[in-house]
């Protein structure tokens, strides 16, 4: 059995009215929690991007060596905390709401060359053998179906680019889309933790005087408590709960055909 985790945060993005606070602070968590608390992914098999690194080709390259080789027994996780949205999808037949989820690697401008799909991901990941133990976290608003906010002392702030750059890419997302016969059909084989519903907003949270998505925090705390005891769409729950109590307008989701098993193999 192999673990491989990559591991994408990004605060830093080109426009400043765009940055964040609490994304690198997830994926360090993450990392600390799968490697050394738990010990169950080793260091050496974990990469991550951030910030500038993080671009829409190099967290291409990077998923595609996560999956490379890829048997069943294998554990692999994918965690992304950074900017998402919803644009326009080109193909109304796929999509009920009529728009499509995506993140926003560093480099995003609202073209198709710098925006990563919720289809996109699916044709990436459509090549992992059943068997595989394999788990996606999305800390970004929009996060269902895949899909980030911010919340800071005072109001919050949230992980979603501004409503001029959403009007940018509705009139620039024309480009490089699949063609519907080519597009993939099938369960999502793995288990997707996402911060929030697909209509809803994810938090920059500041808590305990230091800033992290309130999903990705909650997510961690409930995974040391139970992942050796609750299957992970159980502990979505609970983070749901969590949330609620600590007054964060959000609702976590799970979903794949994995939801229903342990975090860890």
Known sequence: ?????LLVGINKYPDPRNELRGCVNDILDMEYFISEKR????????????????????????????IEGAEPGDQLLFHYSGHGAQVPTKFAQQEKD???EIICPYDFDGTAA????????????AGIPKGVHFIWVSDSCHAEDLSRDPKMPGEPQYRYFNGQ???QIATQYTEGLVAPEKAVYKPFNGALLSACAS???SADAYINNRFNGAFTRYLIENLTRFSETKNMRTII???????????????????GTLENEYFFL
């Open 1 to 5: 059995m192999q673990t491989k985790a």
């Open 39 to 66: 010990k169950v992914y080793a260091k050496q098999n974990i990469k991550k991007l951030t910030d500038k690194q993080a671009t829409k080709k190099e967290i291409v390259t990077q998923i595609k060596w996560l």
């Open 98 to 100: 009529g728009l499509d």
């Open 114 to 125: 710098t925006t990563l799909r919720d289809k996109e991901f699916a044709q990436l990941f």
């Open 165 to 167: 750059a959403a009007l």
């Open 199 to 201: 209509h809803e907003l």
């Open 237 to 255: 729950d609970y983070v749901n709960k969590d949330l609620v109590k600590n007054g964060y307008d959000q609702n976590p989701q799970s979903e």
